[in-house]
């Protein structure tokens, strides 16, 4: 007979948008693709005292894209093009569907009364960015990100999310009664640089149809004030860190991506103590961005600075180009999912608590974390020292 083991989670932390996933070592790429992946709503008093819109006018939206065959099934590259020699399968370096999926229906519809909606937007995909726009041309009002609440509501125009990143935006559609609209994405692939989004294709993601009336009245409201954030001080950090993403060929030519030089399976170089606060910059000389993710850590975005790439690359010092940038009104909360844009330096401040343990760290690009980008964490006790009587 096995022993049924249980495990509780603790849910240690504010309402928010969560997204959990398949993380099986080295075939995370496949496991998401094939489907294990999906959304947790987290609630809390807070979130209950608002007036926000609420159940069937409340809905997840978990965004991804995908590829078929003509027969309908799943289509996913066994090599690449032309193909590696001496290994297959092997890993990609990047993939793009040609497609996009919205709760695991492609190109859906959705028909809406003509009043306030939440969205809990995911993006979901293995490496595609998005950056979304209503062809109405109205705005996206975002209450929250990753980790909750927003300190107060930022109105958008465009909303643009990295690969396990998530936005918390209401959408008001009583003035558009009658209409069609339609969310866009106009990300390149891979993003900032790449191919530009087919109109017809992945720059379509789905359709909102508004109806003429309304079933009941809209009561809903957004309040001016969502919730109160400490702000963490660079002065009080115990460390600053400079990781550089950064990759190495294998012994078939394939791009290796690493951390600082550093795969999965080099012991943790990162232990930082229980409590303490860090100051982490991603160093980026390559051409694309990467979401950097943190496990069961919640962090504040601080600055991106542009910096010297070709300097840097032959002296390994950075020296900046231009100011410091703050992070958009719409990242200013705690996150867990940062992008880190080519030829920027991006900081950003964490706290860890409350737990200990091996944790790890890793790009959000999928293909990416499989082969290599992924990195332990070991959040560590203070040794106390014991005074002599």
Do not use: C
């Not at 083991?5 to 603790?10: A, N």
Request: charged share 25%.
């Amino acid at each position: 007979m096995f022993k049924q083991r249980v495990y509780e989670y603790p849910n240690r932390q504010s309402a928010a948008t969560l997204f959990y996933h398949d993380h099986a070592l080295g075939i995370t790429r496949l496991n998401l693709y094939a489907g294990l992946a999906g959304a947790y709503l987290l609630r809390d008093a807070r979130e209950a005292s608002f007036r926000l819109p609420k159940g069937k006018f409340e809905i997840p939206l978990l965004i991804q894209d995908r590829s078929f065959k003509k027969n309908g099934q799943l289509f996913y590259p066994n090599n690449t093009t032309p193909p590696v020699r001496g290994v297959n399968p092997s890993i990609v370096p990047l993939f793009f569907g040609n497609t996009n999926l919205v709760n695991g229906t492609v190109w859906p519809y959705l028909n809406v009364e003509p009043r306030n909606y939440r969205f809990r937007i995911i993006n979901g995909a293995n490496g595609r960015f998005y950056k979304m726009r209503l062809s109405s041309g109205q705005s996206f009002i975002q209450i929250g990100n990753d980790q909750g609440f927003l300190r107060k509501p930022a109105r958008i125009k465009e909303l643009i999310l990295a690969p396990a990143e998530r936005a918390d935006v209401i959408i008001d559609f009583s003035r558009h009664k009658g209409q069609k609209i339609v969310l866009t994405n106009s990300a390149r692939a891979p993003f900032p640089g790449g191919a530009k989004a087919d109109p017809n294709t992945t720059g379509k993601i789905m359709q909102f149809r508004v109806a003429h009336r309304l079933t009941s009245p809209d009561k809903s409201r957004i309040p001016f004030k969502l919730r109160s954030i400490p702000r963490l001080s660079p002065a009080k950090a115990r460390r600053i860190r400079y990781i550089e993403l950064n990759s190495s060929p294998d012994q078939y030519g394939r791009q290796v991506q690493l951390l600082n030089g550093k795969g999965f399976e080099a012991p943790a170089t990162q232990r930082p103590k229980l409590g303490s606060i860090e100051v982490w910059n991603f160093v980026n000389p390559g051409t694309n961005t990467h979401p950097m993710h943190t496990h069961l850590v919640h962090f504040q975005i601080l600055s991106r600075r542009p910096f010297d790439v070709n300097y840097y690359n032959k002296t390994k010092k950075i020296r900046y180009t231009g100011p410091a940038i703050p992070p958009a009104p719409n990242e200013r909360g705690n996150k867990d999912v940062v992008r880190v844009p080519p030829g920027f330096v991006t900081k950003i401040i964490a706290k860890f608590v409350p737990y200990t343990g091996n944790f790890v760290w890793h790009s959000h690009i999928l293909e990416h974390e499989d082969y290599d980008m992924m990195r332990p964490l070991k959040v560590v006790r203070s040794k106390r020292v014991r005074r002599r009587s």
